[in-house]
């Protein structure tokens, strides 16, 4: 078992069947899977993407100024947060939202030793607000936020799908899953898991990634545990 992970989410896990935006019902139905891992004593900290609410680089290739874009897809991710931190606190699981934008009205600013430290004490920590720069996605968020808490594995939620695959297995039903790769297939393949950056950055710091279906009830608590699931990823 892992004692210490970051849980990497995207928005689209937040919106369940609906088209855009929270769904308190699948937000509930996560925060559940949380707790359990949680009771495990893992101490477990999330970064949570806004793609259901706002995705940035869409509004760009639209014609928008991206830092602008990027900003307000950081603000969607804060909301996503909160939305997650509530869900939680009903559980009666302590949990504390740290932003990398200045929002101190609703959540905590991102600092990485009282991150540590809610850790160490038994709180969820939620990262938002990315890394408070535009050009940077929350995957690159993700990786430098699991660095900097010295997490054990990143744990990569991902919407019905099984794991990593060769191609698109909703397009392609030839794609072969793999059961492990290093950072260079991923780089070299062009493997879509994270972007490059990222992936850059986890060969770099030797940081190691399961990527999972987060969809299946129960999986998140079989990743913490270390079981054979997903693919998993590292140098």
């Known amino acids: ?54 995705r940035g680089k869409t509004a760009s290739e639209l014609g928008m100024d991206r830092a602008q874009a990027d900003y307000m897809g950081m603000l969607a991710t804060i909301m996503n947060g909160l939305a997650l931190q509530d869900a939680l606190e009903q559980l009666d699981v302590p949990t504390r939202v740290l932003s990398a934008l200045m929002v101190n009205e609703v959540c905590e600013p991102y600092i990485r030793r009282r991150a540590i430290r809610h850790l160490e004490k038994g709180r969820v920590c939620i990262f938002v607000g990315g890394i408070g720069s535009p050009y940077f996605s929350t995957d690159t968020a993700c990786v430098l936020r699991a660095a900097e808490i010295e997490a054990n594995v990143i744990l990569m939620a991902k919407n019905n799908v099984e794991g990593v695959y060769s191609a698109d297995p909703r397009k392609d039903l030839s794609a072969k899953m793999y059961d492990e790769l290093t950072f260079n297939e991923i780089l070299n393949k062009d493997l879509a898991v994270m972007d490059s950056t990222a992936a850059s950055l986890c060969k770099d710091n030797s940081l190691e990634i399961i990527v999972f279906n987060m969809n299946k009830y129960g999986n998140i608590v079989k990743a913490v545990k270390g079981d054979k699931i997903g693919t998993h990823v590292k140098k």
Do not use: C
């Open 1 to 54: 078992m892992y004692k210490r992970v970051l849980l990497k989410m995207s928005g689209e896990a937040i919106k369940g069947e609906t088209q855009f935006g929270i769904d308190p019902k699948t937000v509930s139905e996560i925060a559940k899977q949380i707790k359990e891992a949680h009771d495990l004593g893992v101490q477990i900290g999330i970064v949570v993407g806004g793609g259901n609410i706002w």
